[in-house]
């Protein structure tokens, strides 16, 4: 699209367009423009693994591992009784490579990249990820983003929030707010990860 398509498109965006009024025990959601709606994909994985896990725990089931889109819920052990372990992918062309392993001990993982869904016009790559200060597509070095948190739904809003924010921003925001975050940036040599304190007790050792 061009600059006069994404600046009309920005103006129907924004949580400012929203309102909330309080109707007894309920609130009634109100948007000031009509063409306004509201697109949940980036939260649907997430909510979807929540909920996957409540029903599990309905039946008695507490031994799971759930994956929706890369929203992890797990509880308990696998059938060999050991913990379940999770891989961050590693973002190349190599089938099967793994940046580093997970026990996420009953918590959920989620991550975002922008490694996979992309759109390349005249050798240059776009990235699905828009900014939404710009409308334009995020074009900093920060290609993954995995984070754990007690729900799905948490950390699959916030996974998506530091792969717009870029590799510093995100880092300093999640050091900032102390959130087991981990980064897989890519560089001239190859790609490199950066994790948070809070996300490094989450790590298994590597099995390559």
Excluded: C
């Excluded at 109100?30 to 979807?48: F, M, Q």
């Excluded at 240059?124 to 993954?144: C, E, F, M, N, W």
């Amino acid at each position: 699209p061009d600059e006069a398509a994404i600046a009309a498109a920005r103006h129907k965006v924004g949580i400012d367009k929203l309102s909330l009024t309080p109707q007894g025990d309920h609130f009634l959601l109100e948007k000031t423009i009509p063409d306004l709606y509201l697109d949940l994909s980036t939260l649907g994985e997430g909510a979807a693994s929540d909920e996957i896990a409540a029903l599990l725990e309905g039946k008695g089931v507490h031994n799971y591992l759930i994956e929706v889109a890369g929203a992890v819920r797990s509880k308990g052990n696998n059938s060999k009784g050991s913990p379940w372990k999770v891989a961050i992918v590693e973002p190349s062309d190599q089938p099967g490579a793994f940046s580093d392993i997970v026990i996420p001990n009953g918590m959920a993982l989620s991550t975002a990249g922008s490694y996979r869904n992309y759109y390349e016009l005249d050798g240059q790559r776009y990235s699905h990820i828009i900014d939404p200060a710009t409308g334009q597509p995020v074009t900093h070095k920060l290609v993954s983003a995995s984070v754990i948190t007690p729900t799905a739904l948490e950390a699959d809003a916030l996974d998506t929030a530091l792969m717009v924010m870029g590799p510093e921003a995100g880092l300093a925001f999640a050091k900032q707010h102390k959130l087991a975050v981990y980064l897989i940036i890519k560089t001239e040599q190859g790609f490199k990860a950066e994790y948070t304190p809070q996300f490094a007790p989450y790590l298994a050792e590597k099995k390559r």
